[in-house]
């Protein structure tokens, strides 16, 4: 998934003098010269010829290091759509989907077709691959797919092969990416962001992140605050839980949507006939898991084990979903399921980039590690603990305890991070935006948010289920509008309600999954 300013980019007095230093005149200035990141001009062409003229991609060059500005370089591949309007023009809004991993290049263009035209008319929409992730300098672990899968629960007979494993993954990306790793960290993006905004000449940045990218946008408010203009965040992560937190928190927030599931299922017996009371509804899905892990159950041209039910439990918060899968489940454990195209569970790879170069099949899972990894230095070192947690956390949480909370790669990282994690505390003044069940980033992780941004204002969307919510047409959506073109915030916190439990809304949202998620039962 925190401020002591260590090797800050620049100096404050620096940092205050890099607009007018933007001027070409006073660019070339040798009175006055820039750091030669900042120094450069974005050569704007069109993305790839399918797409719209006004679509354009360019390539800057940024430190690897900050502490080292004059050391090596990597690429930072940035888009952007012109504001529609010249004279209702504020600035430009920077977009992230997500990740730790997911590229933001096409966002831009996906977004156009979502944002309402009063915030297109007074932003450029600006995309960018985050360092390491697609077009900017891609990184590689050299994973097979199975390595990529993370979704391991705790079994005692398996622990020795999960933990090498574990250690195997962060061995071949410290061979790979030794380098590296200890620079592709969320504070380094930020700083990324920051030469974005000073390259195209813009005094403060307003932007729009999702998931991941909330946390991405709370810590570029807290080391560059006096940059940061509307900021709103959606479906936010808790910077006190990063990441092995955030992670577990996945099984959290499963328990209580699993005993919602179990009653809105009751009450529609007649409908689902998985049981009459929330207990018997409760009683059914745990036989099935108890049956899948005897002999695994066919279904869609795969084989379920109970633990692969059970890795599925983000479809307990869209009820309407859940109700529909277990439905289909217990058909196929009675053999009288429909057989379709197989379906593995593996990691998706990435689709071939539709401009630029390859990029590497793991490079998400590589990109997410190096980021969850080298975010920050409290991932626990022996393995045992990670054996007692799985074990005490299954007992907690039985839908997702000991997979969240089993052995990580970040536990055989060789290169820590090159600083400590950021912590967030600010008065920014910023909009989150929270479904009441999201499966990726429950209601507690948003509250999380809330209290550590001071500044902030939150809109909780009362029954809104998926994960991620501006420009999928929810209650929030005129919220968020009117502060990104007006500025203001509301004077409290809002609560909106969502229809009635259908299916998620988001599924529109160009927000990534993390690696190794499968898709047995569910694609949240």
């Not at 940092?15 to 009175?31: C, E, F, K, M, R």
């Not at 909106?496 to 809304?505: H, L, T, Y």
């Not at 599924?507 to 039962?521: D, E």
Request: proline content about 8%; some cysteine.
């Amino acid at each position: 998934m925190r401020s002591r300013r260590i090797a800050p980019v620049l100096a404050a007095s620096a940092v205050a003098a890099l607009i007018p230093a933007l001027t070409p005149a006073t660019a070339s200035a040798a009175a006055n010269p820039l750091p030669q990141h900042l120094d450069q001009r974005p050569a704007w062409h069109r993305c790839n010829s399918a797409a719209p003229a006004s679509f354009q991609c360019a390539t800057l060059k940024v430190p690897l290091d900050y502490s080292r500005p004059g050391g090596k370089k990597i690429d930072l591949a940035i888009s952007r759509i012109k504001a529609t309007s010249t004279a209702e023009r504020r600035g430009v809004l920077l977009l992230n989907p997500g990740g730790p991993g997911g590229p933001g290049l096409d966002m831009p263009q996906s977004l156009s077709a979502e944002l309402p035209k009063s915030v297109q008319r007074k932003y450029d929409l600006i995309g960018f691959d985050p360092r390491g992730v697609g077009q900017s300098s891609p990184i590689s672990c050299g994973l097979t797919a199975e390595e990529e899968n993370w979704q391991r629960p705790y079994k005692a007979a398996l622990f020795a092969k999960d933990v090498k494993w574990a250690r195997t993954v962060a061995e071949k990306c410290d061979a790979k990416q030794g380098d590296e790793l200890p620079h592709i960290t969320t504070r380094n993006t930020a700083r990324d962001m920051d030469v974005i905004r000073a390259v195209l000449g813009e005094k403060k940045i307003s932007y729009l992140g999702y998931s991941y990218g909330t946390y991405l946008g709370a810590v570029y408010t807290q080391m560059f605050p006096r940059r940061s203009d509307r900021i709103v965040l959606d479906s936010a992560i808790d910077p006190a839980r990063i990441w092995r937190g955030m992670i577990q928190v996945w099984a959290e927030g499963s328990e209580p949507a699993f005993t919602r599931w179990s009653k809105w299922t009751a009450q529609r017996h007649a409908t689902y006939k998985l049981g009459n009371t929330p207990d018997k509804v409760r009683k059914t899905f745990w036989a099935l898991v108890a049956q899948a892990n005897k002999k695994p159950i066919e279904l869609n041209g795969a084989s379920l084990s109970g633990d692969d039910i059970r890795a599925g439990r983000a479809m307990f918060f869209s009820v309407r979903e859940a109700a529909e899968q277990i439905v289909e489940l217990k058909k196929a454990a009675a053999g009288k399921g429909q057989s379709s195209t197989p379906d593995t569970g593996a990691p998706e790879r990435p689709a071939p980039p539709a401009f630029g170069r390859a990029v590497p099949a793991d490079n998400y899972s590589a990109s997410f590690w190096a980021v969850v990894c080298s975010d920050t230095r409290a991932w626990p070192r022996d393995p045992e603990q990670y054996r007692r947690d799985a074990i005490r956390d299954k007992a907690k949480y039985p839908l997702y305890g000991d997979f969240a909370s089993h052995i990580k790669p970040c536990a055989f990282w060789k290169k820590k991070g090159s600083e400590p994690a950021t912590t967030i505390d600010n008065k920014v003044g910023v909009l989150t935006l929270q479904n009441e069940w999201d499966s990726q980033t429950p209601l507690s992780s948003g509250l999380g948010m809330h209290r550590a941004m001071k500044g902030s204002r939150m809109v909780t969307v009362a029954g809104g289920v998926g994960h991620g919510i501006y420009g999928s047409k929810s209650c929030a959506d005129k919220t968020a509008t009117a502060y990104l073109t007006t500025g203001k915030l509301p004077a409290k916190d809002v609560t909106c309600k969502a229809p009635a439990p259908e299916r998620s809304s988001a599924a529109k949202l160009p927000i990534p999954m993390p690696p190794g998620i499968p898709g047995l039962l569910s694609r949240f």
